[in-house]
């Protein structure tokens, strides 16, 4: 069940799901669209919204596979001091918020199959300090942490955070819409458009058989990157089997104090 078919990853990912044959259900947040039994309409700044199209999905859907939750916003755009901090926390709600609403709603048709799993999408910020996004940042973080957390609760459902890199999507247009208050990342972004540097996105269909087959002490409270793992090695396999901390959002440094 992907979240947001209206464009980007989210549509990318039902679509070939469902040339795969499988039978896909999928959320939007253009009331026109929801016009059957497989697109529920969603506003992830609702809570009311989230419930209600929850409970319908519950009524409809026997069970759940796989749950992606693709739903995503960069904005507010600009330096924490100058922002409407409403604006703030209701990107922050619809980033993380919200996406663990849903999925706590959706729990129980998960846990009716067992080999299920959820995928979220990290952002930029866990390794670094990005300026201009720390709505964005923070939120993405949370969830990634979140994905762990919920992973201990529930066993024997699979909790992924995959972090992209640069895909070439519609989300991009936001920074291009904040000009200035973008900082440094709009020059980066004007770049990758004239270069055509993106990460190939079909490697999201590429991760997703990979996470499906794969158990769920390999790989399930992590953060994955597209781009940069070499996410069906053997090698990583034993390392992951080897280390519970791999791949997980801990203090850098344990191992240094002084």
Request: net charge neutral.
């Amino acid at each position: 069940m992907p979240n947001a078919l209206i464009a980007g990853i989210g549509k990318f990912i039902a679509n070939s799901l469902d040339s795969n044959n499988w039978t896909v259900f999928g959320t939007t947040r253009r009331e026109n669209l929801s016009k059957n039994n497989k697109i529920f309409y969603c506003d992830f700044a609702s809570q009311e919204s989230i419930d209600k199209c929850c409970s319908v999905a519950n009524e409809l859907v026997p069970s759940i596979d796989l749950l992606v939750v693709a739903v995503g916003l960069l904005e507010p755009i600009g330096n924490f001091r100058n922002i409407d901090f409403d604006s703030w926390e209701s990107g922050f709600y619809i980033n993380c918020l919200g996406p663990l609403r849903f999925i706590n709603k959706l729990l129980a048709q998960l846990k009716k199959q067992p080999n299920s799993m959820v995928i979220t999408f990290a952002g930029g910020g866990i390794n670094s300090s990005p300026k201009q996004y720390s709505s964005y940042t923070l939120s993405k973080v949370s969830l990634t942490k979140s994905m762990e957390l919920l992973s201990s609760e529930e066993p024997n459902i699979k909790f992924i955070s995959l972090g992209t890199g640069w895909i070439d999507t519609p989300i991009h247009n936001q920074t291009l819409n904040a000009g200035a208050s973008a900082g440094s990342a709009l020059a980066e972004t004007l770049r990758r458009y004239e270069s055509k540097e993106f990460v190939d996105i079909n490697k999201i269909m590429e991760f997703i058989k990979w996470a499906e087959a794969e158990s769920s002490d390999v790989i399930t409270g992590r953060n994955f990157s597209l781009q940069n793992d070499n996410w069906s090695s053997v090698a990583l396999r034993e390392k992951l089997l080897a280390d519970d901390d791999f791949y997980k959002l801990r203090r850098y440094g344990n191992d240094k104090t002084i």
